[in-house]
């Protein structure tokens, strides 16, 4: 067995969080593991460009395609297991895992999540919808959670959290941004890390 930890990161769309890992692994932050793959369930997703240009080889699998959930999750633990990965990172990635994938990779999915777990979370909060929800609410701080990838959205054991200030006149496009970029980009890197490390010193 290779020594290396293997890398996969899992998105949808713009992959903000995905660049994020990409300049956190350049810069030595994430240096227990390697982004080694990045997979799509969509195929226009910005962010298969952002790994592209980093270098890192791209699998798209689409669930609609394929005909459904089942077929999607076996070939999404089949493309898993061809390229060794060892740690899953879900980086606004819209495809719900079921127990079958959550439990093949136990403590070994990641997930961000754009507010404080328990708040705003769960099936149905997603993307902008969860900042929306947050500021309907009429919440003073929200923030992002790193988190394991259980069967349960959002369910998972909390990793890292960080608040996030709410101000007078934000929109949710503008607290979604803030909440990347004082929170996301931030944690989901640290956690990446902490826990490459871990399946790094096990398997050595
Ligand atoms: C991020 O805000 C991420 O936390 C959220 O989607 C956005 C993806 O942006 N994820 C979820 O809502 C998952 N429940 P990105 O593609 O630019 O990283």
Redesign the pocket.
Same mark, same amino acid.
């Given at each position: 067995m290779s020594r290396e930890v293997r890398i996969a990161v899992l +998105?949808s769309?713009?992959?903000? !969080?995905?660049q994020a890992l990409i300049d956190a692994q350049q810069a030595g932050i994430i240096k227990s593991g390697t982004l080694s793959l990045v997979i799509s369930n969509n195929e226009g997703a910005y962010?298969l460009t952002r790994a592209q240009n980093a270098g890192i080889k791209t699998v798209v699998i689409n669930k609609k395609a394929l005909g459904g959930q089942t077929a999607f999750e076996d070939r999404l633990l089949a493309t898993l297991a061809a390229e060794q990965i060892d740690l899953i990172v879900l980086?606004?990635f819209m495809v719900i895992l079921t127990k079958r994938v959550t439990d093949a990779y136990a403590e070994r999915i990641l !997930? +961000?999540?754009?507010s404080l777990i328990p708040s705003f979370c769960g099936e149905g909060?997603?993307?902008l919808r +969860?900042h929306e929800a947050a500021l309907a609410y009429g919440v003073k701080v929200t923030g992002?959670t790193v988190h394991f990838v259980n069967e349960i959205p959002?369910g998972g054991r909390i990793i890292l959290q960080r608040a996030v200030e709410i101000r007078e006149g934000d929109t949710p496009e503008i607290l979604?941004r803030r909440v990347?970029q004082e929170a996301?980009w931030q944690i989901l890197p640290r956690a990446t890390e902490l826990v490459a490390k871990e399946i790094k010193e096990k398997k050595e």
């Open positions: +998105v769309g713009g992959g903000t !969080n995905l962010a980086a606004g !997930n +961000v999540h754009p909060f997603y993307g +969860v992002a959002d979604q990347m996301e």
